[in-house]
C-alpha cells in the first residue's frame, strides 16, 4: 500500500517552500501527500509580503478529517505561527495518536522575512516539540531554542545538548549557515542512551536555496513512513535535497526554488 503522508504547514503561492514544496517532495518519494493549511503567505523568491491566518478551528478540522479517514504513516510539521494554532495542532496530534512526527521549526524564510511571531516560540517548546520523534532546526532557530550563538561545529553539539535539556526526542541541527562546511549533526535520544553521529553535506555553489528545510525535513517523514530508520531517513533525504539543488534550476529574481522532480522520468 502507497505510504501517506501528511503536512501541517504554510502555503507559498510562489510554489518553492512550505505545503507547495511538500506535495512535490512526497510526490518525488512515490507517497501519498495530505496537507493542512496554517496560514496562507504572499511571497516569491525576493521575500515574504503578507501573511493570513488560517482560524485554529478550522486547522483542527482539517486534521480530524484526515486522520479519520486517511490515516497518515508521518506527520511534517512546517510554518505554525501563532500560539493559538499551535495548540491546535498538538490537541489533534495528541487526541489521533500521530506518529513518525518530523518537526521543522520555521522561525524565518530563506529571504529574511519573519514566519514564526514572538508569542509563539514559547507555545512551539512546550505543546509541539514533545510530540515530534525529530526536530530539524537551523543554525539561526536552533540559537533561538539553545540561547546563544552557533557559529562553528562544537558549538552544534553544544546547542543540541543544551535542547536536549528540556527535549526528549532527537534534534538535527543543519550546518548550511556554517562558513567552515555544511555539514549536519544529529543527536539520538533513547531514554539515558545518546548518539551523536556527523552527517557530511556536499555545498552546492547555488543561491536558489528557498524551501530547502521544507523539503529536508518531508523527505525525512516520507523515508520514516518507508520504514527507514531515522539515521537512514535523514541520509537519505540529504542525498535527496542534494540532487534538488545540484541541478540549479533558476527561477524568479531572488533565491529561487529547488527542483523537487529531478529524480523523476522526465520528457525528452
Not at 503522508?5 to 504554510?10: F, K, T, W
Not at 504513516?73 to 487526541?95: H, N
Not at 514559547?122 to 533561538?144: F, H, R, S
Not at 529536508?216 to 513512513?225: F, G
Request: one cysteine or more.
Amino acid at each position: 500500500m502507497r505510504k501517506k503522508v501528511l503536512s501541517i504547514a504554510g502555503s507559498d503561492c510562489s510554489g518553492g517552500a512550505g505545503i507547495q514544496a511538500d506535495i512535490k517532495t512526497i510526490m518525488a518519494h512515490g507517497s501519498y501527500a495530505m496537507t493542512a493549511i496554517t496560514v496562507l503567505t504572499a511571497q516569491n523568491t525576493t521575500g515574504v509580503y503578507g501573511i493570513a491566518e488560517v482560524a485554529s478551528e478550522f486547522v483542527e478540522q482539517q486534521l480530524d478529517c484526515i486522520f479519520t479517514d486517511i490515516f497518515p504513516d508521518a506527520v511534517k510539521i512546517g510554518m505554525v505561527y501563532r500560539a493559538e494554532i499551535i495548540r491546535s495542532i498538538a490537541r489533534k496530534l495528541t487526541q489521533h495518536q500521530a506518529r513518525n512526527v518530523v518537526l521543522d521549526p520555521v522561525m524565518v524564510a530563506t529571504s529574511g522575512g519573519k514566519l514564526l511571531s514572538n508569542d509563539a516560540i514559547e507555545a512551539l517548546k512546550t505543546e509541539l516539540m514533545p510530540l515530534a520523534d525529530l526536530i530539524t532546526p537551523n543554525i539561526p532557530e536552533a540559537q533561538c531554542l539553545c540561547g546563544f550563538d552557533i557559529r562553528s561545529k562544537a558549538e552544534m553539539v553544544s546547542a543540541a545538548k543544551k535542547i536536549a535539556t528540556t527535549y526528549a526526542g532527537n534534534i538535527l541541527i543543519k550546518g548550511g549557515h556554517l562558513v567552515e562546511s555544511a555539514d549536519d549533526f544529529l543527536l539520538l535520544q533513547n531514554g539515558d542512551q545518546r548518539a551523536e553521529i556527523w552527517l557530511p553535506g556536499e555545498r552546492i555553489k547555488n543561491p536558489n536555496s528557498h524551501g530547502t528545510g521544507c523539503t529536508l525535513s518531508t523527505a525525512i517523514a516520507c523515508n520514516l513512513a518507508a520504514g527507514e530508520d531515522l539515521e537512514e531517513a535523514v541520509k537519505k533525504a540529504k542525498d535527496y535535497v542534494t540532487g534538488a539543488l545540484a541541478v540549479n534550476l533558476d527561477l524568479g529574481a531572488g533565491s529561487g526554488p529547488l527542483d523537487h522532480g529531478f529524480w523523476m522520468i522526465r520528457e525528452p
